[in-house]
């Protein structure tokens, strides 16, 4: 019944604005203010990085608790309005011609339902009902200590919402969406369900993109099931050091050796350094440690190395080498541990404290 009074009365909403392509209702208690409303048409979302435009930005002004625009006419496109000072976003997609109305309940958490399509619909629906998830997970992991079997339970359930809502409406436009926040075999399994119509859907390029990280992903996850069996021996390479002076892998057979690829720019690369400077401390000479650093200019590298004053050897990997598809390198950190035999014990993907006991068994033979 709730849902739909609401939708008579978003209908209504509608109608009476119906100059604006998108009104968005804000609570009562929200005073008339300048909002910012970002947009990037989806055939630019789904380009690489480098080529991506920025989004286009629009300064508007709320009017009666009440703010309009109008919907860009080159195409499909993604909609967001930072909301309680960034903290959160109003995200909505939509196609020249469409009229949606968006309604916010509540500025913190953040709720709003849109209506005008049936894909916000289906959306708002699902981006609801996971928050509710993501909230229990959240309470989980910060508990203390933390609830790991709660966190388990919230991101199956987290994983089946989104499941079973393709298996239930494979035509519904809202299927790709519900693909967009699943990854691996998941993914892979609710594409193959979903109606052939939802070719035409606004969201299936992003769909297609994301296909194609998630085919390599997959692959890359079985190659380095395969690289960690104990058999393999570790690809070399040569790259130049500090110096500017040829560094092969294979220098240092004979020693455990970590190869961390990393970055400047990743967060949780920087973080993981006190941990892996006190196992240098603790098992070299025995193990050498082999910064490969990745995906950044070369300046950067070494301003980085400086900076963390890492005592390893370091290493620069230039774009155009086949090192991190070598190693299946998925993200970062990852770090690799190559035997005294020049073979891959282990690959590790992520900041992972297991990381450490593992290398501890294998140095110590346990």
């Known amino acids: 019944m709730r849902k739909f009074v609401f939708a008579a009365i978003a209908a209504g909403f509608v109608s009476t604005f119906a100059s604006a392509d998108v009104t968005v209702k804000f609570p009562d208690t929200q005073k008339d203010s300048v909002f910012i409303v970002e947009h990037m048409l989806v055939s630019d979302m789904v380009r690489k990085g480098g080529e991506r435009p920025q989004p286009v930005i629009d300064t508007l002004k709320s009017v009666g608790g009440v703010l309009k625009f109008e919907l860009d006419e080159a195409g499909a496109a993604n909609y967001r309005i930072p909301y309680n000072n960034g903290r959160s976003r109003v995200s909505l997609y939509a196609s020249p011609g469409e009229n949606l109305a968006v309604i916010i309940s509540s500025k913190d958490p953040l709720k709003y339902e849109v209506v005008g399509t049936k894909l916000m619909e289906g959306m708002t629906d699902l981006m609801n009902k996971s928050s509710v998830i993501l909230d229990s997970y959240r309470a989980a992991a910060q508990s203390q200590p933390r609830n790991e079997a709660a966190m388990e339970k919230a991101r199956q359930d987290y994983d089946n919402l989104f499941v079973n809502y393709i298996k239930s409406n494979p035509s519904e436009p809202a299927a790709l969406f519900a693909l967009l926040n699943l990854n691996g075999e998941n993914f892979m399994n609710g594409f193959e ?21 998630e085919e390599k992903s997959i692959a890359a996850e079985r190659k380095m099931q395969e690289l960690q069996s104990g058999n393999v021996m570790a690809p070399d390479f040569t790259l130049k050091n500090l110096e500017g002076k040829d560094v092969k892998l294979s220098d240092f057979r004979g020693k455990w050796v970590i190869i961390d690829f990393w970055g400047s720019w990743c967060g949780w690369c920087i973080k993981g350094f006190p941990k892996l400077k006190d196992a240098y401390e603790q098992y070299k000479p025995e193990l050498e440690i082999l910064g490969v650093d990745c995906n950044e200019p070369e300046a950067n590298w070494r301003k980085g190395v400086e900076k963390y004053k890492l005592p390893w050897v370091n290493v620069y990997n230039p774009e155009g080498t086949s090192i991190l598809s070598d190693y299946a390198v998925q993200g970062f ?20 404290p297991s990381f450490f006991d593992t290398l501890a068994k294998l140095i110590n033979g346990k």
């Open 193 to 213: 369900s979903i109606d052939a119509s939802l070719k035409n859907g606004i969201l299936y390029p992003l769909v297609l993109n994301q296909k194609e990280y």
């Open 333 to 352: 950190p990852t770090k690799a541990i190559i035997s005294p035999e020049g073979k891959i014990a282990n690959i590790t993907v992520g900041e992972d």
